[in-house]
């Protein structure tokens, strides 16, 4: 069965210039549906009919074309609206950009130009759908950001979500930048109780100490100067929800006091007040910081970390869970497809091979990042490894050090009785230590003669607990 014909639907009280249309139209593949004036348009929209964009006219004798606009967008908020105006009435067409229109149109229309931004369109809309049967795929259908990983480590960490979600436990995310702490939070919140209630966030690192006080707490009136009025804080903002409190670890000592009273409590006293306000709400705090250690040094009150950490969720670094990158790079380009309006159609040969060699430092924010830069620079929809930065394709390839190291090394281990199914990362570890053996402990000559950078080198021998000069 063929293809189907893309639809537009072309609104225009104009005969004359909805025939030339349909001629154009016809002649490239598209089905045509016409409308007279903004009635008929609303209720073809409304109808049965799978458009795939609508053409419409900014003057209509019954109704504005700007009106008519809202409308459409109210029943389908991704369906494409192109405007058509009059040389004269540019201005009110970008007022319609304003509102959601895709683009304008000025009439009569180019021959070409009318292709041009119905390809555009058709384009869009189809990235639109894929995204929808991603998050299909990917359990998203409400629209909410989901975690997306398959490895052990994630589905250790979708467990204790699942668990806790429902609970009014409070929960500590621990991770290092930019591995999704806050898509943890939103998860947490959207699977509890308080899903209708508001998920307010404070940045315990972005706000000096006085500043975060009254934003946590609020203030009355004549509090300081410039307080002209009663603010309420995110403790009372976040009523009967979910209060986010990000990068708790960064907190000022002077207010983790006034915090812990208000966890163990449930009150809160307003800057400048001298009476306590009831609170009910859940907290979730997250940080990158140690807080062990915090703690051991005096900088984070031990009653308060415990207060805090009823239930810790950790986060994997995206190095530790590589095998989740191909799933998580295509999900993420999706997303940003979608959001750049740039098509997306696959992976040139060797790009996720270098995508899965580097290290990600920052995480799945830095991947995203990357991946954001390679769809606006390519000139396809076909990524290739060109597209990355130097500092991600000058990483080495993955072999753990080098693939016939590796091989040598499990039938080393085999005979020397390491195991008998010796696990990779045994063998990783037995290349190093001989490695290290044959170098005399050197670390620049080692990294070297494994045909790896001297970063890479480090990370490893942390990972195996492994020390040299």
């Not at 943890?184 to 975060?212: D, F, M, Q, T, Y």
């Not at 130097?390 to 390839?397: F, G, L, M, N, S």
Request: charged content about 25%; aromatic content about 4%.
């Amino acid at each position: 069965m063929p293809p189907a014909k893309p639809v537009v639907l072309v609104i225009d009280d104009e005969p004359g210039h909805r025939l030339m249309i349909r001629a154009v139209l016809e002649d490239v593949g598209w089905a045509v549906l016409e409308a007279a004036d903004g009635g008929e348009g609303l209720e073809a929209c409304s109808g049965k009919a799978n458009l795939d964009a609508v053409l419409l006219d900014i003057r209509l004798p019954d109704r504005d074309g700007i009106a008519i606009l809202q409308e459409i967008k109210a029943l389908h908020p991704r369906l494409p609206v192109i405007m058509l105006t009059a040389f004269g009435s540019v201005g009110s067409a970008v007022e319609a950009m304003k509102l959601g229109a895709f683009d304008y149109l000025t009439k009569p229309a180019d021959n070409e130009e009318l292709k041009a931004v119905l390809l555009k369109a058709r384009d869009y809309l189809g990235l639109v759908r894929e995204n929808q049967d991603l998050r299909r795929a990917l359990g998203e259908e409400d629209g909410s950001p989901r975690l997306v990983g398959q490895s052990p480590a994630m589905q250790r960490v979708l467990d204790l979500i699942h668990q806790v979600g429902p609970t009014e436990a409070t929960v500590l995310v621990l991770g290092e930048s930019g591995t999704g702490k806050e898509l943890v939070v939103k998860a947490i919140h959207a699977s509890s109780l308080r899903h209708a209630g508001p998920l307010v966030e404070i940045n315990c690192a972005a706000l000096p100490g006085e500043l975060l006080e009254s934003e946590l707490f609020g203030y009355v009136k004549g509090a300081f100067t410039g307080a002209v009025s009663n603010k309420p804080g995110r403790f009372q903002l976040a009523e009967k929800g979910t209060l986010f409190l990000d990068e708790v670890g960064d907190m000022p000592p002077s207010l983790q006091a006034k915090l812990l009273r208000a966890l163990q409590e449930r009150t809160v006293e307003p800057l400048g007040g001298t009476q306590t306000v009831q609170v009910d709400v859940r907290i979730i705090a997250a940080t990158h910081q140690d807080l062990p250690k915090l703690v051991s040094s005096g900088a984070f009150r031990e009653d308060l970390y415990f207060r805090l950490n009823v239930l810790e969720i950790k986060l994997p670094p995206l190095r530790e869970r590589l095998e989740d990158l191909p799933l998580l790079t295509r999900h993420l380009l999706h997303k940003l497809s979608l959001k750049n309006r740039k098509p997306f159609r696959d992976m040139g040969p060797g790009f996720l091979e270098i995508l899965t060699a580097y290290l990600w430092p920052g995480n799945v924010r830095e991947l995203e990042n990357v991946l954001e830069r390679a769809l606006i620079l390519a000139r396809s929809d076909m990524l290739t490894p060109d597209l990355l930065p130097d500092h991600v394709r000058e990483t080495e390839k993955p072999s753990p050090l080098s693939a016939v190291s590796t091989q040598k090394s499990i039938q080393h281990a085999r005979f020397e009785g390491v195991a008998d199914e010796p696990s990779f990362d045994a063998a990783e570890r037995q290349v190093l230590v001989s490695a290290l053996e044959a170098q005399g402990g050197h670390r620049g000559k080692t990294a070297e003669a494994l045909g790896i950078s001297r970063r890479t080198l480090q990370y490893k021998l942390n990972k195996h607990g492994l020390t040299s000069r």
